[in-house]
C-alpha cells in the first residue's frame, strides 16, 4: 500500500481504490491501495477526514495494513473513493511534532538532556526529559533556541534509507528498526529516525510556548504548545483577561495583587459576619431563656434553619438554663432537623430519647449524653414531633 503522506505531507485529498471492506472489534473499517491518512504511531494522533463523505474516526496501522474506521459501514461494492483530510487537525499534528523535534534536539545538543517520551494531547503536548529538575532560566535559554531555529526557517526533509546508512547520520537515538528507516533531517539540527508528518522547513512551526513543567517518577514532563495552538491560547488568555479586566478595573500587572487582596478582605468579613451571627444567637438564646424561665422544657420550631445554627443556639441556651430540656427543630423542605439536650442539673442520657423518637422521622442522630442532634424524614409536622419527645423526657 502506498503511504501517500510519507510522499507529500500536504496532500490532503486524494483518490484511491478500495481493497476491502471489513470490521473487526473498533467498527466497520476500510483497506486502501493508497492513502494520505496518517495512523496513529511514533506519539502522534491519527488523522481524521472523509472517504466518500463518510467520517473516518479512527485510522490505525494493524498486520501491515492501515485500517480507516468510518462512522457508518462504507458500500461494500464501493471501488474507488475520494478521501479527504481534515486539514487544521493534520496541520496541527505537523507543527506540534516537528516543534517537538526542535526541542527535543536542542535540550539534548545544548544541556544535554535526552528525551524520553512525547504526547501530542487535544490542548498541548509534553515530553519527559531524563533530568531531575529544570530551572527558568534554562527554559529561557532553550525556549530562546527553539524559536531561533523556527525563525531561520531551516528546511525539514525526510529521507529513506538502509539501517547501514542511517548509522552514518549523527542520529540521536539509536534506530529500533530494520530493513528501510525513514530519517526526518534539519540538517545541522536534528537527525532523528521518525514516521511522523513534518512540515518543509521550520517556520511552518510558527513559534514554540513553553507552559510548565512537573516531576515525573524521576523525570520531568515539559508541557508546551506550538503553532497555531500558541495563537489560541494567546487569544484565549486574553479574553479572559479583558472580561477580569471588566470586573477588576486595575492594569493588568496589577491583577493578581487585587485580586489577592479582594480575597482577603472577603474572607475578613466573612470571620467578622461569623462572629457577629455568633453574637446575635447568644441574644436570641438569652431572650428564649427569659421568656421560659422555670419551665421544664424549653421548645422552639423553625423553619429552614441550620442545624449548625441550632447546635449554636442550643449550647447557648444550654448554658443559661441549667434546670431544663431543650427541644429545638428545623423544618426544611421534607426534612426534620433537631438538636434535643438538658442542662446541668439533669442527668439523662438524651441518645436513648433520640433512639425513640428517630424512627417517627426514618432518621438518624447522636452526640454527648446532653446534647445530640439529628434528622430524618418530614413525615410528621414539627409540633407532633415535639410532643412525642416531651413524652419520652
Ligand atoms: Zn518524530
Known amino acids: 500500500m502506498r503511504k501517500l503522506y510519507y510522499i507529500d505531507p500536504y496532500k490532503m485529498e486524494f483518490e484511491s481504490q478500495v481493497m476491502r471492506v471489513d470490521q473487526d472489534e473498533r467498527g466497520y473499517y476500510v483497506i486502501l491501495k493508497e492513502t494520505a491518512f496518517y495512523p496513529t504511531g511514533g506519539g502522534q494522533p491519527h488523522d481524521t477526514g472523509t472517504l466518500n463523505e463518510i467520517e473516518v474516526i479512527d485510522v490505525e496501522e494493524v498486520d501491515g495494513e492501515v485500517r480507516h474506521y468510518t462512522e457508518e459501514k462504507l458500500d461494500s461494492d464501493t471501488e474507488y473513493v475520494q478521501g479527504s483530510i481534515n486539514q487544521d487537525r493534520r496541520i496541527d499534528h505537523m507543527q506540534q511534532h516537528c516543534g517537538q523535534h526542535i526541542i527535543s534536539a536542542v535540550f539534548d545538543d545544548q544541556f544535554n538532556i535526552p528525551t524520553t517520551s512525547f504526547h501530542l494531547g487535544k490542548k498541548t503536548v509534553t515530553i519527559d526529559l531524563n533530568a531531575e529538575a ?30 547501514e546508512e542511517a548509522a552514518e547520520y549523527p542520529l540521536r537515538k539509536p534506530l529500533a528498526v530494520n530493513g528501510e528507516v525513514r530519517l526526518v533531517i534539519i540538517p545541522n539540527v536534528d537527525y532523528n529516525g521518525c514516521g511522523g508528518t513534518h512540515p518543509s522547513s521550520t517556520g511552518e512551526v510558527m513559534a514554540v510556548k513553553f507552559l510548565g513543567w512537573t516531576k515525573n517518577k524521576k523525570q520531568v514532563r515539559l508541557e508546551f504548545a506550538c503553532g497555531y495552538r500558541v495563537l489560541d491560547m494567546l487569544g484565549q488568555k486574553h479574553r479572559i483577561l479583558t472580561e477580569m479586566k471588566q470586573i477588576v478595573p486595575k492594569p493588568e500587572g496589577e491583577l493578581v495583587e487585587e485580586v489577592n487582596e479582594l480575597i482577603r478582605s472577603s474572607r475578613k468579613k466573612d470571620k467578622k459576619m461569623a462572629d457577629l451571627e455568633e453574637q446575635l444567637l447568644q441574644y436570641e438564646a438569652r431572650d428564649i431563656v427569659s421568656e421560659s424561665q422555670d419551665n421544664r422544657v424549653i421548645q422552639r420550631i423553625y423553619e429552614g434553619r441550620s442545624i449548625k445554627m441550632l447546635q449554636s443556639l442550643g449550647k447557648s441556651i444550654m448554658e443559661e438554663a441549667p434546670h431544663a430540656y431543650l427541644i429545638l427543630i428545623s423544618e426544611q423542605k421534607d426534612q426534620l432537623q433537631f438538636v434535643l439536650a438538658h442542662g446541668s442539673d439533669i442527668d439523662r442520657n438524651m441518645n436513648e430519647v433520640a433512639k425513640q423518637v428517630l424512627p417517627l422521622i426514618e432518621g438518624k442522630g447522636g452526640g454527648k449524653p446532653n446534647f445530640v442532634q439529628g434528622g430524618g424524614k418530614k413525615n410528621i409536622h414539627a409540633d407532633v414531633f415535639a410532643d412525642r419527645v416531651k413524652n419520652v423526657l
Request: hydrophobic share 35%; no cysteine; proline share 3%.
Open 134 to 163: 529544570l530551572d527558568d532560566d534554562l527554559l529561557q535559554q532553550v525556549e530562546q533556541q527553539v524559536n531561533q531555529i523556527i525563525r531561520r526557517n531551516h528546511p525539514v526533509e525526510t529521507k529513506w534509507m538502509s539501517v
